[in-house]
């Protein structure tokens, strides 16, 4: 289990949010934190730590001034750790180069590839000529409903007709070097972790797979490497000191494999 950690950003600022509550109307989401830094003060510590593979997520949608406001800070974070850090929102086969050549590891994709709420392998298919598999990250994050986890797009405000099982995990682990799996019911709640889906990826994981949402505790922490047999990365958010939290930065990190 790696620490993978995370610069949310929300309107022009770093921030960690209550994931359900995001709303394209009025750009508005109800907020745990808001930092007084920069987001080029996140990916600093993250490399001073030497902690690869965080994740810069924009969390406006694109095409909006608060996205490009989103986007500016993304490069300041880009410029301080290049390769260090993987960046999503509003990534498409068109500008995923671009933010490559800025200094992203990976681009996360999940709109983009969800499109009409089924996968789009000609989009998946241009995502992966465009940058290669070993640049892509796909985010599969979820939200349960009739007992299933579906994949939800469009900040996690659509449903997707896709589920997370076994078959979806290997027919997409093709197209990636990666998979990012926010369990959004819990996401910013830090009142614990979906155990049935970490449970889940445990089994199924054949790639890296990060899994964020809900992690309160170290227990938490430890019920994550239980559950998910050592396969899966973790993050925290509101939980963790950086962000207001309680948990310690220094320990989670001690945590983790070396």
């Known amino acids: 289990m790696y620490f993978r950690p995370c610069i949310d950003i929300h309107n022009g600022k770093v921030k960690q949010i209550v994931g359900g ?5 009025g750009n508005q989401a109800e907020e ?40 500016a800070q993304a490069k300041l974070a880009l410029s301080e750790y290049p390769g260090g850090l993987q960046l999503g929102g509003g990534i498409t086969a068109e500008n995923a180069e671009y933010f490559i050549e800025s200094g992203a590891s990976h681009v996360v994709v999940t709109s983009y590839v ?7 392998y000609d989009r998946l298919n ?21 007992g ?52 889940m990826l445990g089994e199924h994981a054949k790639i890296p797979i990060t899994y964020a949402g ?9 019920l994550i490497r239980t559950l998910g047999k050592g396969r899966l ?3 925290v958010g509101s939980a963790l000191d950086l962000f207001g939290g309680h948990l310690e930065y220094d320990r989670v990190i001690s945590m983790m494999d070396s």
Do not use: M
């Not at 830094?37 to 924009?58: K, T, V």
């Not at 241009?126 to 009739?146: P, T, Y």
């Not at 986890?149 to 990636?176: C, G, H, M, N, P």
């Not at 809900?214 to 430890?222: A, K, L, P, R």
């Open 114 to 120: 969800f499109s009409d709420g089924k996968v789009d």
């Open 148 to 199: 299933e986890y579906y994949i939800v797009t469009d900040r996690w405000q659509k449903f997707t007709e896709e589920i997370i099982s076994k078959d979806t995990i290997e027919k997409l682990q093709d197209y990636a070097d990666e998979f990012l799996i926010h369990a959004v019911d819990v996401e910013g709640k830090a009142n614990g972790v979906e155990r049935e889906l970490v449970r």
């Open 32 to 71: 745990n934190f808001v930092a007084e830094q920069d987001a080029s003060f996140y990916a600093r510590l993250y490399r001073e730590s030497n902690i690869r593979g965080g994740h810069i997520i924009l969390l406006n949608k694109a095409g909006t001034p608060y996205y490009e406001e989103d986007v």
């Open 21 to 25: 509550t995001l709303l394209d109307a």
């Open 233 to 235: 990365n973790v993050t």
């Open 214 to 222: 809900g992690v309160g505790s170290y227990e938490d922490i430890e």
């Open 126 to 146: 241009a995502l992966v000529g465009a940058v290669g598999k070993e640049h892509l990250v796909l985010d599969l994050s979820c939200r349960k409903r009739d």
